[in-house]
């Protein structure tokens, strides 16, 4: 086939990236591994964080406006700033992937406390009462049906922190931290007179399917968790 | 037995809900709370499981002071059903059920066990068990969210307008089902209307309460009717009262008469002959009315061939020998006839009575109990005057 002609590592086009990669197969694939767990170790971490702080915004709601507000707040911080100044912050080496996870948890912090504030609260008001009435105490009806219930609210906004994060990490490769984002940096280097497109390219595609398989895993994880969902589109 | 001792709710912005209201909601009876919007019923049904706390004043369930229980220990042992049912969306109806069994430590097996029960006495089939509540209509779900107020067994339950947001059809079945659930468990019941006609259908004895959380009057339905305590009462319970009484009067032995019957499918010549006053009742091979033909007319349209249902006029109801004067009048009132149908248990029909008939028996009954007419004239009261 002609296509397969001009998949020459020396192509220049964006579809020279199949060509790059199996050139690079062994980087690539250590840099997409890295890439992985960066951007979803941080959103585990972060999603056990905001639980307690989300729940407190709910339970006391005096705490609402400037839990959400801060948290919004350190969404503006530019991501490159916080990958810098983290080592000086926690006392790692400049080039630690750990600063980026830790980076990326604070920022799936900011998105996820309004989000499972929400959640909690958006237990139908009539369910609360009997709840109430049948004599679950507060923590049984936070985990029995507040908790529950906030699933889909809550899952709809850790799809947007992974996502986001596929997208952050890369920016945290052009500092040097080993992830697909130095596909970009290589790229850029080798692009000397006329743009050199194989591992931009790559990279690109390399973080959309990352980022399509890490969002399909929580969809799926959530209907896993939330038959009666299915139940009530399926009637 | 729950007994409110001069409770009174103020909220913080000055509103008084409920005022020094006294009040005894004795065992295995239900006692209806009803009253307009702003009454303060639901405040004070919510005051018995200590969702609201009182401001001041004592609620008693049987000898403990509700105030001395934790709450979560004393609503385990009260049910609670609420208008839109409030059933776990995430749970299936047989884990909504076992809800609170599941609290109090019960057995997995035997829960889910007596759910099962539960849920045929209610009414729901056994493969429902699985399903998640928005699978089921309104009804249906009404129907669990009392199953799992029983789940436990509770001695009291509390009801907050439990049937008024299903259609009125489904409420009126849900109604019945419920007494005769009632009838079974005899469970101390406090339950909340706005509907008058409700209260007075389902209630052994029902406070009315005034805006302001004052009560009115606490009395068994047949004496609100009949003797309303004051204007705000009269007025509330409407202007058919008279009429409406007559539900809670059997109307005993009544004077029935024969009525010449054609079965479904005779001709139409018998059925021309059998008339009387141009009309004749048609029933099925079973002896069971199933609706009245205008013979008059009859020649005219289709002078041969049976009798078939589709011409039947169905206006009337029919009144079972155990009816009350009011389903009688009513059965008589409805008929295209001016006859009313009495049947028998089985659906069978016993014959007809006149709307004058029924109106000599209620003024014989008026006659017999002593004035003022209170409406409970029990089957014994004037009995043996029937013809």
Same mark, same amino acid.
């Given at each position: ?26 980087? #690539?694939?250590?840099? &997409? ?7 979803? +170790?941080? *959103? @585990? !971490?972060?999603? %056990?964080? =905001? ?48 600063? #980026?996870?830790?980076? &990326? ?7 996820? +406390?309004? *989000? @499972? !504030?929400?959640? %909690?609260? =958006? ?113 | ?387």
């Amino acid at each position: 086939m002609p296509l397969h002609d001009s998949l020459l590592a020396q192509d220049s086009s964006p579809f020279g990236m199949f060509g790059y990669f199996s050139d690079h197969r062994d980087e #690539v694939l250590n840099w &997409l591994w890295y890439h992985t767990w960066l951007s979803a +170790v941080p *959103v @585990v !971490a972060g999603l %056990l964080i =905001a639980l307690p702080l989300g729940w407190v915004a709910r339970r006391y709601r005096w705490t609402y406006p400037p839990l959400v507000t801060t948290a919004g707040l350190l969404y503006t911080i530019p991501s490159i700033a916080l990958f810098v100044a983290m080592p000086d912050i926690i006392g790692t080496q400049i080039l630690d992937p750990i600063n #980026v996870a830790v980076a &990326l948890t604070v920022y799936s912090v900011a998105l996820l +406390v309004r *989000v @499972v !504030a929400d959640g %909690l609260g =958006a237990v139908p008001e009539d369910v609360a009462q009997a709840a109430t009435a049948m004599g679950l105490t507060r923590r049984q009806r936070l985990l029995k049906v507040e908790l529950p219930l906030a699933v889909p609210v809550i899952a709809a906004g850790v799809r947007v922190a992974v996502v986001a994060n596929v997208s952050l990490v890369a920016v945290a490769g052009t500092i040097g931290v080993p992830n697909l984002g130095q596909l970009f940096t290589t790229g850029f280097q080798l692009s000397v007179g006329s743009p050199y497109y194989p591992p931009i390219t790559l990279g690109i595609v390399l973080c959309v399917l990352l980022a399509l398989a890490l969002d399909l895993l929580v969809v799926g994880g959530t209907r896993l968790a939330t038959p009666w969902r299915r139940a009530v589109s399926g009637s | 037995m729950i007994r409110f001792e001069s409770v009174s709710k103020k909220y913080p912005d000055g509103t008084l809900a409920v005022d020094r209201l006294e009040l005894v909601a004795p065992s295995g009876e239900i006692t209806v709370l009803v009253g307009p919007s702003g009454c303060g019923k639901t405040t004070s049904l919510r005051m018995i499981n200590r969702m609201i706390e009182p401001t001041s004043g004592r609620i008693w369930l049987d000898d403990r002071d509700t105030a001395t229980v934790p709450t979560h220990e004393l609503r385990r042992g009260i049910g609670y059903v609420i208008q839109h049912a409030g059933l776990f969306p995430h749970r299936t109806v047989v884990d909504n059920i076992t809800t609170v069994p599941e609290l109090l430590g019960t057995d997995k097996k035997q829960a889910r066990r007596r759910a099962l029960e539960l849920m045929e006495r209610v009414g729901l089939p056994a493969h429902f068990a699985k399903r998640y509540p928005a699978q089921l209509s309104g009804g249906q779900q009404q129907r669990v969210g009392v199953a799992r107020a029983l789940a436990a067994d509770p001695p009291v339950m509390l009801m907050d307008e439990p049937f008024s947001a299903v259609d009125p059809v489904v409420r009126a079945q849900l109604q019945n089902e419920f007494l005769r659930l009632q009838g079974e468990l005899g469970k101390t019941i406090v339950f909340v209307t706005h509907d008058i006609d409700e209260a007075i259908k389902l209630g052994d004895r029902v406070a009315v309460l005034q805006v302001g959380g004052h009560l009115a009057q606490l009395a068994p339905p047949a004496e609100l009717l009949s003797d309303p305590a004051d204007t705000f009462v009269a007025g509330f319970v409407g202007r058919d009262r008279g009429y409406r009484a007559l539900g809670f009067a059997e109307a005993g032995l009544l004077p029935v008469r024969k009525e010449h019957a054609v079965r479904l499918g005779s001709g139409r010549g018998e059925a021309h002959d059998a008339a009387e006053d141009g009309w004749v009742l048609v029933t099925d091979a079973e002896d069971r009315p199933q609706g009245w033909l205008r013979t008059d007319r009859l020649a005219e349209a289709e002078p041969t061939g049976p009798v078939t249902a589709p011409e039947l006029n169905l206006g009337g109801t029919l009144a079972s020998e155990t009816a009350t004067l009011r389903e009688a009048l009513d059965s008589a009132l409805s008929s295209p006839s001016g006859r009313g149908v009495i049947v028998d248990g089985a659906g069978r029909l016993l014959g007809t009575v006149t709307a004058s008939e029924v109106l000599t028996r209620i003024e014989q009954q008026r006659a017999a109990a002593d004035p003022p007419f209170t409406g409970d004239v029990g089957p014994g009261g004037a009995e043996s005057e029937a013809s």
